[in-house]
């Protein structure tokens, strides 16, 4: 992997995590986590409630701060100011910037009750990025037909399924032409049939080979879309490889418990 800053965009990883720690007080959440997601690559986290999955998502967007180690988006690492607890980065516009090159979609849609569904997958491009309307309107209908609501452009959430106010969320995330998504336990609040719907949008963008990271519970999905397989424990990788290894011949015992209960 070369440092060499003329070649980060084409030879970094999108994402770049190295022995990243997280404590909330004196609970220790991450212990010393370290991976990456190549361009054009899923990576999914998967392992037990409490494991540190979707602590570990929200530090790459620097939703949370983390303590130590180090971040890098394209190859550009995070600045930071202050050490442990206090450390916060140091420059809030490169926050900004890799926010929003790093759509998030979370378990709980979180679009905006007040806004039709075309008005919640338009607004941030024209407000965060200061695009025109009616370009990124066309944009986010485009987007809508892509998750298979092109005809609930008009409606409000409310009038949505939650599968269908998930794939708007998702299309939301699209609109705002992401070098990656990161997905948050994108399924687990919807009931079975209404995970499918959500299920093969993610795994059409998979097929695109968008840069994505999956937070999930669902093993299923992530050994259908992924590249690569993080097993998280207390904190900790305890065990990572490509879908066929880790669920196919699992080495820990750790792992071999976590999906003998999963896929029960």
Known sequence: MTNDNSARTTDSPVIR????HKSYGAVEVLKGVSMAAPRGHVVSLIGSSGSGKSTLLRCCNLLENSQAGDIAFEGEPVRWKGQG???????RAQVLRFRTNLSM??????????????????????TVLGEDRAVVEERARMLLDKVGIGDKAGAWPSQLSGGQQQRAAIARALCMQPKALLFDEPTSALDPELQQ?????????ASEHRTMIIV????????????????????????????AQLFGAPKTDRLR??????MH
Not at 17 to 20: A, D, E, N
Not at 85 to 90: K, N, T
Not at 220 to 225: G, I, N, P, S, Y
């Open 257 to 262: 418990q976590f999906l003998s209960a999963s």
């Open 197 to 205: 719907e959500v299920v093969r949008v993610i795994k059409d963008l």
């Open 105 to 126: 979609v979370f378990q709980q849609f979180n679009l905006w009750s007040h806004m039709t569904v075309l008005q919640n997958v338009s607004e941030a491009p024209v």
């Open 85 to 91: 607890a206090s450390r916060v980065p140091a420059d």
């Open 216 to 243: 999930t519970h669902d093993m299923r999905l992530a050994a259908d879309v992924s590249d690569h397989v993080v097993f998280l424990h207390q904190g900790l990788i305890a065990e990572e490889g490509p879908p």
């Open 17 to 20: 995590i190295q022995g990243l």
